[in-house]
Every structure is written in structure tokens, then in C-alpha cells.
């Protein structure tokens, strides 16, 4: 099959309502997990005495490569197993094999899509969050480098909260209030709580 042909299959599956809901609660939900992550990640290297923002980083990029990892494999067997129950409901009511057939293919790209959404998520907001943390030494102190890494985390989640309440006609100040406090809170644990 021809990458042209690969090409306008991928746009006409993103061009169904269920796929793209679907990928953007993958993406949302797992860029909230991996921003948390990231933010608990710099608090613990700070009250850890970690020094340095390249050290932090390094351990945030692992963060960033085990859940980028679930999020690929998990999505993909989640939405394998669902495609192919859909695929056998539909065999049994038609009384037919649907294999090699253009319902297979775009369950096989809408599980690519899924999958996609679900890994870039936390790796995007995992990078953003660390991101402050390059310029320790050069911009900013590493206490400043970790307030600067904590308020971004906070503003990804509160972008977040903005851009569900466009879905959902909520206002977009208090989604993003709320969305934006999970990182404050995670902040507030990894200082006050042990280890």
C-alpha cells in the first residue's frame, strides 16, 4: 500500500468524532499524569540536594520514558483488545470475516492514533515542566530553575483545564484553577510528607 493511500486513511479515521475524543482523553489524561510526575520528580531532586538541573532532568527524562512507554503499550493492547471485539461483533451479525478489509485498517489506525496521543502526552508535558531546569547555572539558581519547573507544570495544567472547558462550556478560569491546584497539591506533598 502506497503512503498516499496510508496518508488518507490516517485522515479519514481522525476525521471521526470517536477517535478523536477518544485520542484527546488519552492525551489530556496522560499529559496530566506525566506533569505531576515531572513536578514531584523536581521537588524530590531539590529536597534530595540534587544540585544540578542536568542531574534532575536526566532523572525526569526517565520518568518521561516509562510513561511514555505504558502509554504506548497499554493503549495499544486496550485498543487491540476493543477493535477486536468490535470486529467479532460485527463478523457475527453480518456472518462474515471482516479481515484485510477497510474496517480493519482504520481499527489498525485508529489503535495507531490512540496510542500516539497517549505516549506524546506525558513526554510533551514532561519535557515542558523540565525544560526550566537546562538553565540552572546560566539563568536561573536551581531553587529558582525548580519554582520556574513547578509554575510551568501549573500552567500546562491549567491549560488543560482551559481547553476542556471549551468541550464541555464550562468557565474557563475555574477549570483552570482547578486543573492548575493539582500541581500546587503535588508540590505541597513531596515537601511535607517523608521521603
Known sequence: ????ARLERLWRVLGKDDVRSISRRYFIAN??????????????AYLSGIGDGLTAIAIGLGAAVGLGTSGVWSVWEIER?????????IEQAMLTELEDTRIQRENRAAQIVHATASASGPILAILLTLSPLALEG?????????????????AILSTFGIYLSTLSRQR?????????????????????LPG
Do not use: C, H
Open 1 to 4: 500500500m502506497s503512503i498516499v
Open 172 to 192: 474557563w478560569y475555574v477549570a483552570a484553577v482547578r486543573m492548575g491546584l493539582a500541581g500546587i497539591v503535588v508540590t505541597v506533598l513531596n515537601i511535607f
Open 31 to 44: 499529559g496530566f499524569d506525566g506533569t505531576l510526575t515531572s513536578i514531584g520528580v523536581v521537588v524530590g
Open 138 to 154: 546560566v539563568v536561573f539558581t536551581m531553587l529558582q530553575a525548580v519554582a520556574a519547573s513547578i509554575a510551568v507544570g501549573v
Open 81 to 89: 483488545a476493543e477493535a477486536m471485539a468490535k470486529q467479532d461483533r
